[in-house]
């Protein structure tokens, strides 16, 4: 098996899944930290801070001279972020929220080597069509959205929901490749 080339500080599998796309060689390192935004932090910064922390505090509790990435994906709906739901209630309330409505998701990446740090930061534009209260409440039933922020998943049955997009998908999904492989060539490592 090659060697490592960096760390991924998070456990979400969907990043995963889209670094061995790339044919990256990473190990994974979940991020143990709080995540809550300040109260007059943008979602903007707030993001590029979450992933920026995760990949800070990966690097302290491994020690390793490898670049260490960290990444934080976060549903923004009239400028207040919507995290992954509390229970039933709440992933409904979102969905009926974000029912014929445009959102943004903010997808951060940072990388960091020693003393060096690095962070960028997508915008995407997603246009929801009408969710039903039943269709909302037949998707809480999948189990999709327990997990997700905003309670969806736009590479799941999330998808039956999206009108339109505009930026990264892969954004969306927990991780915009784009800039990701921007940040990598950065730190000198290369995809594929």
Do not use: C
Not at 125 to 132: D, E, K, L, Q
Request: no cysteine.
């Amino acid at each position: 098996m090659p060697d490592i080339q960096f760390h991924l500080a998070s456990a979400s599998p969907r990043r995963q899944e889209l670094l061995q796309q790339l044919g990256l060689h990473f190990d994974v390192r979940s991020a143990d930290i709080v995540e809550q935004p300040m109260s007059s932090e943008t979602a903007a910064d707030y993001a590029r801070r979450m992933a920026l922390e995760k990949a800070l505090a990966t690097q302290a509790r491994i020690g390793s001279s490898l670049p260490v990435l960290g990444a934080d994906t976060d549903v923004v709906l009239d400028g207040h972020i919507l995290g992954k739901p509390r229970d039933r209630a709440d992933a409904l309330a979102m969905l009926a929220a974000l029912s014929n409505r445009e959102h943004e998701v903010y997808s951060a990446v940072a990388m960091v080597q020693g003393s060096r740090a690095e962070v960028m930061l997508s915008v995407t534009h997603v246009s929801f069509g009408v969710i039903t209260p039943e269709a909302a409440a037949l998707y809480w039933d999948s189990g999709e959205p327990a997990d997700k922020a905003g309670a969806y998943g736009i590479q799941g049955l999330g998808a039956q929901f999206v009108k339109g997009i505009n930026g990264s998908y892969s954004g969306v999904v927990g991780l915009p490749l784009f800039e990701t492989t921007e940040l990598l060539l950065r730190f000198g490592i290369h995809t594929l």
